[in-house]
């Protein structure tokens, strides 16, 4: 069972942030850099001409906003579900160093079989089959869990959604970065303007990076205290 996504969808009252942050943003941004592209396209095959760059503008209405939202959100759950899976796959969030010193993984595993979910013996099979003493490595999708329907650490939620949100940015950006290498080959775009472009949107995929990074730790280190306070009273 996915804990993570169960807690999730249980407390409504957070979907809209949720879904804001995680997915709609990060998918109108993707539509932004695409779109960028294509003004940027026939502007240059224009000579610049600006009547018919604004004759284009003119033809964006109502129906095309509603349409660039609704494809903008579409986009996002589609990042969010390769990002999510190239995660798994890779086991990245894992390698993700964070402060334990706080909560030692003995604390944690007295926590975790407090819950009453794990059984002992369960829990030692599943950590020597993993090689790891660090039982959050396993379980912290149920730890996350178990912390959203508590009152008490809702804040657990901020972090989950700015990690989603810097997570589908970084994504965003490495889609539409291969989307304007593949027109720039096309098109023979070989200036110094879109090399220095090109430094500066590769030094944002490494700021958005760093900040997922940043909150994933953060995120990983306030579950492990959090959980170990709810289940060791």
């Known amino acids: 069972m996915d804990w993570e996504e169960e807690g999730m969808g249980s407390i409504l009252e957070k979907i809209t942030l949720y879904d804001i942050l995680g997915y709609l943003l990060s998918g109108c941004f993707l539509e932004i850099i695409i779109c960028l592209e294509y003004i940027l396209e026939k502007w240059i095959s224009t000579d610049g001409m600006l009547m018919q760059q604004k004759e284009a503008l003119e ?15 579409c986009l996002g759950l589609i990042l969010s579900e390769g990002s999510m899976l190239i995660n798994k796959k890779l086991g990245y969030e894992n390698k993700i ?10 604390i944690l595993k ?18 020597s089959d993993e ?18 329907h508590d009152e008490k650490y809702k804040r657990i939620h ?5 990690k989603l949100m810097y997570r589908n940015l970084c994504g965003a ?51 492990r205290v959090w959980f170990a306070e709810k289940y060791l009273k």
């Open 131 to 148: 090689g790891t003493e660090d039982p959050q490595k396993i379980y912290g999708n149920l730890m996350y869990a178990l912390l959203q």
């Open 59 to 73: 033809k964006f209405n109502s129906f095309f906003i509603v349409a660039f939202i609704v494809g903008g959100y």
């Open 173 to 223: 950006m490495i889609v539409g970065g291969i989307y304007i290498i593949y027109r720039i080959f096309r098109m023979k775009w070989f200036h110094i303007w879109v090399i220095v472009c090109g430094i500066i949107y590769i030094l944002g995929i490494g700021v958005l990076h760093s900040r997922y990074k940043k909150y994933c730790a953060k995120s990983q280190e306030y579950v």
């Open 97 to 106: 160093e964070y402060d334990n010193r706080a909560i030692t993984d003995e």
């Open 158 to 162: 901020n972090y989950g959604s700015g």
């Open 110 to 127: 007295k926590a975790i079989l407090n819950t009453g979910l794990v059984e002992k013996q369960e829990l030692e099979q599943r950590l």
